[in-house]
Structures are given as structure tokens and as C-alpha cells.
């Protein structure tokens, strides 16, 4: 799927699905470990699926609307739609050749295998059957569907089982719906001896089989497989609401039966079958898609958590940052000697960020924390630490947003929580999703009371700390501690501080701020200076941004853009964009981290003006959310910064290259040399804890 070469703006949702394609593309990789490429393709799947609760429902509402405006890239939404069908329907097709051919190879190669019924000997049968009668059958719920039974209402992302029945002695066909049971893995690993193969039986057809047990005394003439997924783009999302926490309430339990927006099934579909689906389901030829392997293989996790070490990426531990090398010494004094880096998941994110928020909720001298939570993980410990500091008496204040997409339900029950144990639960400022990552301590000390911070790039989240690429800094600067306090009387308050001293804060200052430092470099490059900028992000989108980089390298200055997901930037057009760069970095970890670098004038990049912060350059987050920006000073900080870019940038493992018109290309699909940027930082962080530890004075 390409777009015009020499276009100014790309599409955002093809520029999405390009990158759904490089990470069914890991899963194609034979380089890889084989259960990580499993991994990658549940991943690919479940891209899809957020794709289309989120993207393709926000489409199609406008679309009904009757709306053909154009977007930035010139296409309507019935357009992009189309261009959506026909890109999805060749990547469910190239994802059932992978499964069906090489993977089920390679998965059989090393002794796993995925079987059904019909594989199984008379010993797994018994043990299959079994397992049915007394797990899986008494949860079954056949529902059917006549005069006196409605059609069913079936949830979000759920699989069922549609059945054509027939009486005894009657023609009419009838229908009734089986859903599968989540509880149960799709896959269920058959019990084994010794050093025998790993056998996985599809719970799917395991119904099937015993589909008369369901049906008494009735024949079952066709069954079919299907799934469905709706949208979550709430036609009447009320920010505004005067209860927020209601709202979002009440939007949970309608999202689960939103309107479908894609319906999914196996090969071979029973035309009877699905013809009923569509007309109960209301749905259109362009819903409904054959996704050509069985629909059990789009859900793998079970396979990926056979016990097989040998079949995954080595386990990471992640080091110690440097500075906090030593568990006894009290932390805010480590923070008070210099500003301190961290990087995870190559540094350990409960050694530094946890380690922080635990100190400051026993520390006597503690008296205000203060934190902002957008994506927080189950049995939190941040969470619990700021009930334990509430329960002390120090005075407590969280943000949590409860509009972070499909967090809602756990951002919920963590702020009631806390406000049960007397933690001030605050929900955001009207109209804005509050998507920085702040965390403040206030601590009175022999010279009065003085503010410690943590700005970081990811969300404080231990789970996803271990999977994602972060950034953080901890610092008692008084320019960024007065500015995170104040950030927080704007998020609690009704404060309308428009400048800061050295933070960047969206949507008050951020945008026009980064427009100031492109339009410097620009002007630097036009007065034949040293001008160039040097950007990672996970999204580009932002017009306004977008011409302003490309007015930039128009002037000369050397334009660099990690970009991990989509970006609207149409790179290497002559004429257009001819010094802009553009690469996306796929691998074992998911790139994360946000960092802005501008020459301002200087002979290299850590001489000039670095900063690491939440946002990325799209329209949302710069105008419609609370973002935060910070600079980082130390000229080691900023150096290893560069560096970090630096070894993305030449990396040839991970790296893929946007050409003109949106493509991608792999830099090198072959190349068995290099391990890969990822794991080389790993490398780089026990070389670093090595020499704290051995005292030579380069940690």
C-alpha cells in the first residue's frame, strides 16, 4: 500500500497500519527467538483490533455523519476507509500463510504442537474429554435465538460459536450462539511425559466436538466461529460532564456493546451462518472479514507461555542506575549531589522511580507527595505507597487520569482506593487528558523546606517499565522543581500561569515553544550556522510542526526523526524534505522514550539544546492534553543522550528506513552480525554498574 511520493502530508491510519505490518514483520523474522515471534504476531493481532475500536469506529461515525471533509492528506473518510479495507485484508492474508506455513513448521520443528481432535490419540481424547465435562461444559451458555429469544448480546473482542440447528423432523433452520470462555487459554496444553512434545489442542474445536452434548436430541447441520470487535469512540464522549467519574462509568459498560465495527471469521464460513450474523448485527460486505487461518491462532499467549527458555529472548534483569548504587544512603541526598538519568527497562525502574516514591512515604521530613498516573499496573506499588503516606499524614495529591484509553477500568478502582484512604484524588482539568509524567515530594530540611522531582517519558507502571524504553530524571533543580509545583496548581487549581522557567508545558506553552527552537534552527542554517534536529517519538502528526521541519531542512539544517510508530512527514522529497531523515526502530523492547534535540548554533548535538519529556508531535498531545517537557543540563547526561540517538540511528538490526511516500524498508533483514542497538544498551548497562561497583570512577 503506498501513497503519492511526493505528497506533504501522509495518511496517519495507512502510516498506522504500515507499522502493524513491521511488527507482523518481527514475527516473520526467523532470526528471532521462535515463542518471541509468537509474541509478535498476538501483538500484530491485538493492534489490529485497538486499531479498529479506536480509529476505524471514529471513521465510520464520520462517514454516517455524512461528513466528506478531507484530511490533511486529502482523503475523505469514506476514502480512508476503503484504503483501510483493502490494506487489512492483505494483512490478515500474509499473517495465514505465515501461521499456516512456516510458523506451524518451525513450532513443530521444536516439538510444539498445535493439534486438533482429530490429532489426538485415544489417551488425550479421554483426557479431553474429561477436561470438557468438568471445566469447559458447565460454564457453556447455548444461546438461542427464535420468537421467544432475541438475538444475544454479544461483547467486545469476544469469540463465539454460531450453530445452524435443525429439529427432529422439521427443514427450518435455527440459530444459536456459544461463547467461548475467556477463562480458558485458546490453546490448552495436553498433559506430557518426559522429554515428549509440548501438544496444544484448540479450545475452539474442542467445542465443536462436543457441540451434540449442547443440543440434545437436535442436529447440528453447520458451526462457524466469529468474533466481533466495537467501537470505543463514544459518539457523545462528555468531558465536560459535571461527574466525570460517572461518565466514564457509564461510557465502560456501553463500550462492551458499542456497535461492531469488524467481524471476523475462519475460512470456509457457512453462508446460512454468517448471512444472520449480518442482518441481526446490522453489518455491511465491507465489516466482515475472512481472515484466512483458524480464528484460535489469533490469539496465542498460551503457546508463547510454554516453559521453552531456550525459545525466547535470554531474561533481562535490569541494573541499578550508577548513582543509586547504594541502597543505605538516603536518596534525596543522591539527588541533591547532580541531577540523575535513568533508562529503563536497561535500569531498574524500582531501584530509582519506586525507590523514590517508597523513601519519600516513610521519610518524617516528607510532607507533601504529589504525582500525576495516566497508565498505572495492577496491585500498584506506587499506588499503595500513596495510601500508606496518606494514612501517616502527609498530605497526598494524585491525578489520575481516568479517560486513558482503555485504562479506564483500572485508573477507576486505583482513585477509589486512594481517596478511601484519604489520598486528595484529583481527575483533570476539563477538555484535557493529563498525559505527563510528574512526580513532586516536598521535604523539610535544616535550610527549609526544599521540592525533589521525577519528569519522566513513560507512565509509572512496573510492568511496562520492564517491556518499554523510558527516560526519566530526578532532580531538586529550583527552576523545574517551582515549575512542577506550579504545573500542579494548574492541574488542581485554576491557575493560569502561561510561562515556566524551564519546562515546556501542553497545552500552555509546548507547541509554540518547539516551533520557536525549528524555526531557530532554521534561521541558523540560513545564516550558514551549525543547524540541525534530532527527534524521537513514538507518533509525528502535527501539521503545523510537520511545515515547520520541512522549512527547516529547505534551509539546510540536517533534519533526524526516530519515529517508532506512524509519521505524516513525507521524507527524502526533493524540493520538500531532501535533509529530513526518517527511521522507525522495531525490537525486543518498544520504543517509548521521547527526546528532542537542537543544535542551537553548536558544532554538535550535546553541546546544544537537549529535552526528554511525555509528548509526541501530534495534534493531541500538543493542544489537547497536559504534557510536560524538560531540559536536561549536565553535559554527561546530555552526551549519553546523544549517544543513546546516536547508536539508533546506526543501527542496522532494528532499523527500518521510510522512504518517500510512507514505505519502509528493513536496513539489513539479514544481517546476523549485529545483535541489535537493544541489546548492545543492555550490554552498555552492566558495563556501567560494573565500574560503579569496582570504583574506577566511570559509572
Known amino acids: 500500500m503506498t501513497q503519492s511520493e511526493n505528497a506533504k502530508f501522509l495518511n496517519r491510519e495507512i502510516g498506522w497500519l504500515q507499522f502493524n505490518e513491521r511488527i507482523l514483520a518481527q514475527a516473520e523474522d526467523s532470526r528471532l527467538p521462535l515463542l518471541e515471534r509468537v509474541k509478535f504476531l498476538n501483538i500484530f493481532h491485538s493492534n489490529l483490533d485497538e486499531f479498529f475500536m479506536k480509529r476505524v469506529g471514529g471513521l465510520k461515525r464520520q462517514y454516517f455523519a455524512g461528513m466528506s471533509k478531507p484530511s490533511e492528506d486529502g482523503m475523505?473518510?469514506?476514502?480512508q476507509l476503503a484504503e483501510i479495507r483493502d490494506f487489512v485484508t492483505e494483512l490478515h492474508q500474509r499473517a495465514s500463510e505465515f501461521i499456516n506455513g512456516e510458523l506451524r513448521s518451525d513450532l513443530q520443528s521444536e516439538k510444539i504442537e498445535l493439534v486438533f481432535w482429530k490429532h489426538l490419540d485415544d489417551v488425550e481424547r479421554d483426557w479431553a474429554m474429561d477436561f470438557f465435562e468438568r471445566e469447559i461444559f458447565p460454564v457453556l451458555t447455548p444461546m438461542a435465538v427464535d420468537q421467544g429469544h432475541p438475538f444475544p448480546l454479544i461483547s467486545n473482542l469476544s469469540t463465539s460459536i454460531a450453530v445452524s440447528?435443525?429439529?427432529?423432523?422439521?427443514?427450518?433452520?435455527?440459530?444459536?450462539?456459544?461463547?467461548?470462555?475467556?477463562?480458558?487459554?485458546?490453546w490448552i496444553e495436553?498433559?506430557?511425559?518426559?522429554?515428549?512434545?509440548?501438544?496444544?489442542?484448540?479450545m475452539v474445536d474442542l467445542i465443536f466436538r462436543n457441540l451434540d452434548s449442547l443440543f440434545p436430541r437436535m442436529t447440528v447441520v453447520s458451526k462457524m466461529a466469529f468474533r466481533l470487535v466495537r467501537n470505543i469512540d463514544a459518539a457523545t464522549e462528555d468531558e465536560e460532564a459535571e461527574d466525570l467519574l460517572e461518565t466514564i462509568s457509564e461510557e465502560l459498560k456501553l463500550r462492551r456493546f458499542a456497535e461492531v465495527v469488524k467481524l471476523e471469521y475462519g475460512p470456509n464460513p457457512d453462508p446460512w451462518i454468517l448471512g444472520f450474523l449480518m442482518r441481526e448485527l446490522e453489518l455491511q460486505e465491507d465489516d466482515v472479514y475472512e481472515v484466512g487461518a483458524k480464528l484460535e491462532y489469533r490469539d496465542m499467549w498460551s503457546v508463547y507461555g510454554v516453559d521453552r527458555p531456550q525459545l525466547k529472548y535470554d531474561l533481562w534483569n535490569p541494573v541499578v542506575p550508577s548513582p543509586?548504587?547504594?541502597?543505605?544512603?538516603?536518596?534525596?541526598?543522591?539527588?541533591?549531589?547532580?541531577?540523575?538519568?535513568?533508562?529503563?527497562?536497561?535500569?531498574?525502574?524500582?531501584?530509582?522511580?519506586?525507590?523514590?516514591?517508597?523513601?519519600?512515604?516513610?521519610?518524617?521530613?516528607?510532607?507533601?507527595?504529589?504525582?500525576?498516573?495516566?497508565?498505572?499496573?495492577?496491585?500498584?506499588?506506587?499506588?499503595?505507597?500513596?495510601?500508606?503516606?496518606?494514612?501517616?499524614?502527609?498530605?497526598?495529591?494524585?491525578?489520575?487520569?481516568?479517560?486513558?484509553?482503555?485504562?479506564e477500568e483500572r485508573n477507576i478502582y486505583a482513585a477509589q482506593a486512594m481517596e478511601r484512604a484519604g489520598v486528595h484524588v484529583?481527575?483533570?482539568?476539563?477538555?484535557?487528558?493529563?498525559?505527563?509524567?510528574?512526580?513532586?515530594?516536598?521535604?523539610?530540611?535544616?535550610d527549609g523546606v526544599a521540592s525533589y522531582v521525577h519528569?519522566?517519558?513513560?507512565?509509572?507502571?512496573?510492568?511496562?517499565?520492564?517491556?518499554?524504553?523510558?527516560?526519566?530524571?530526578?532532580?531538586?533543580?529550583?527552576?523545574?522543581?517551582?515549575?512542577?509545583?506550579?504545573?500542579?496548581?494548574?492541574?488542581?487549581?485554576?491557575?493560569l500561569k502561561s510561562r515556566y522557567r524551564k519546562l515546556m508545558v501542553a497545552p500552555v506553552s509546548l507547541k509554540s515553544e518547539f516551533l520557536r527552537l525549528i524555526a531557530k534552527e532554521e534561521l541558523n542554517a540560513r545564516e550558514g550556522k551549525s543547524a540541525g534536529i534530532f527527534a524521537k517519538m513514538n507518533s509525528l502528526e502535527d501539521s503545523d510542526i510537520i511545515d515547520a521541519l520541512y522549512k527547516a531542512s529547505q534551509a539546510g539544517a540536517e533534519v533526524r526523526l526516530i519515529v517508532r510508530g506512524f509519521s505524516c512527514l513525507n521524507p527524502g522529497v526533493k524540493g520538500l524534505s531532501e535533509n529530513i531523515q526518517v527511521i522507525s526502530v522495531i525490537g525486543q523492547f518498544l520504543e517509548h522514550s521521547r527526546v528532542f534535540c537542537f543544535k542551537n548554533g553548536r558544532r554538535s548535538w550535546e553541546e546544544g539544546i537537549v529535552t526528554i519529556g511525555s509528548a509526541d508531535w501530534m495534534k493531541r498531545n500538543l493542544n489537547r492534553r497536559v504534557e510536560v517537557v524538560t531540559p536536561i543540563s549536565e553535559q554527561s547526561q546530555k552526551q549519553r543522550l546523544i549517544d543513546f540517538l546516536e547508536m539508533l540511528w546506526m543501527d542496522r538490526r532494528l532499523v527500518w528506513d521510510m522512504l518517500p511516500g510512507g514505505t519502509y524498508k528493513q536496513r539489513d533483514p539479514k544481517s546476523e552480525k549485529s545483535p541489535g542497538a537493544h541489546v548492545q544498551l543492555m550490554m552498555q548497562a552492566q558495563l556501567r554498574e560494573r565500574h560503579f561497583r569496582e570504583g574506577d570512577g566511570r559509572a
Open 324 to 407: 543509586l548504587g547504594d541502597p543505605e544512603k538516603n536518596i534525596f541526598s543522591l539527588i541533591k549531589n547532580g541531577d540523575i538519568l535513568v533508562h529503563h527497562p536497561y535500569e531498574s525502574f524500582s531501584a530509582s522511580v519506586e525507590r523514590f516514591i517508597s523513601k519519600a512515604t516513610v521519610d518524617p521530613k516528607v510532607l507533601a507527595i504529589k504525582m500525576t498516573l495516566y497508565r498505572t499496573g495492577d496491585n500498584s506499588s506506587i499506588v499503595k505507597n500513596l495510601i500508606r503516606a496518606a494514612e501517616q499524614g502527609k498530605q497526598v495529591v494524585c491525578l489520575v487520569e481516568i479517560k486513558a484509553r482503555l485504562d
Open 76 to 79: 475523505t473518510p469514506s476514502e
Open 190 to 202: 495436553l498433559p506430557s511425559e518426559g522429554d515428549g512434545p509440548n501438544r496444544l489442542l484448540s
Open 426 to 446: 484529583v481527575y483533570g482539568i476539563v477538555g484535557l487528558k493529563t498525559h505527563s509524567k510528574l512526580a513532586l515530594v516536598v521535604r523539610r530540611e535544616k
Open 455 to 495: 519528569v519522566g517519558t513513560g507512565n509509572y507502571n512496573a510492568s511496562t517499565a520492564k517491556l518499554y524504553t523510558d527516560l526519566g530524571l530526578l532532580t531538586c533543580d529550583p527552576d523545574i522543581t517551582k515549575d512542577v509545583v506550579e504545573v500542579f496548581h494548574y492541574l488542581t487549581g485554576r491557575s
Open 165 to 186: 440447528l435443525q429439529a427432529p423432523g422439521e427443514d427450518e433452520l435455527l440459530f444459536a450462539r456459544i461463547k467461548v470462555p475467556t477463562f480458558f487459554p485458546s
